[in-house]
């Protein structure tokens, strides 16, 4: 068992835990970009690890009652039959160069999606910040559709579980509180990446030993990740994890090294300086309203 893969893991765990997102997002380009993992097995293998590692921040959210269940429900009628469909399709198209080079572009094209869902939750997070809580009515046939949808992506590239599944819900019922919304996608989420890992298992794509080592890292990563949210600043963490995000999804796009790293750079200074104007911001509020 690859001790640097293990440790891959307890990291991808922690920003799980931190932030409720970003284990498939993160861990299958981890596999494909640094350990040489074929897409196939990696996603197959994220998938397995995510179907143990999430259940953590879903229980934790089960149990404080911020999980919408109806909601949990009408996703899992569309997600879990369409990411067996979604494992069937990837096996269909066979395992050959120009599939795992399709499926690469498949995973960018879906981080650069995540990508954008968490900067539009960050941003719709923020501009909600004082709206009061109302109920939501569920709307079963585009709660469906979701599923549906995210559960195909998940099951051709593992990606979408959360990120993208959190971007539909959030258009879709805007007034959702943010706990209620982290904690009704955790909790749907488990039922749907178990059934994209059987499905992988059944077709033989499965690598157990890969699967293990993310499995050993992750889960005290999650939880460790979980003990620290509160303290941790969410802003910098969703920086952190939207400018990898966007650096996997161009490697991924066989782009050049260089091109990879001037974009994050720029993302990184454009993040620090959104940060500063944020910070300077929330200081001169106090001071304006004293001299009011």
Known sequence: M?????????????????????GGALMTPILVLLFGVHPVAAISSDLAASAIMKPFGGWVHARRGTVNWRLVAWLCAGSIPSAFL?????DLFGSDESVQHAVKIALGAALLLAAG??????WTGRRNADRPVAPITVR??????????????????????????????????????ANDLVGTDLIQAVPLV?????????????????????ILGSIPGVLLGSRISSRAPGGLVRSALVIVLLASALKLF??????VGVVAGVA???????GLHGRTTRQKEPVEAGIG
């Open 117 to 122: 869902g968490m900067l539009l939750k960050a």
């Open 140 to 177: 079963p046939v585009p709660t469906v559709l979701i599923g549906i949808m995210g559960g195909l992506v998940v099951g051709l590239t593992s990606v979408g579980s959360g990120s993208l599944i959190i971007v539909a819900l959030l258009a879709l019922y805007p007034t959702l509180r």
């Open 2 to 22: 690859d001790p640097i893969m293990v440790l891959a893991g307890l990291g991808v765990g922690i920003i799980v835990g931190l932030t409720g997102m970003g």
């Open 86 to 90: 979604g494992v069937l399709l990837l």
């Open 268 to 274: 990184i200074l454009v993040a620090v300086g959104i």
């Open 194 to 214: 178990t059934a994209a890992a059987l499905g992988h298992a059944f077709f033989g794509d499965l690598q157990l030993d890969i699967a293990g080592a993310v």
């Open 254 to 259: 066989d782009l050049p090294t260089l091109v």
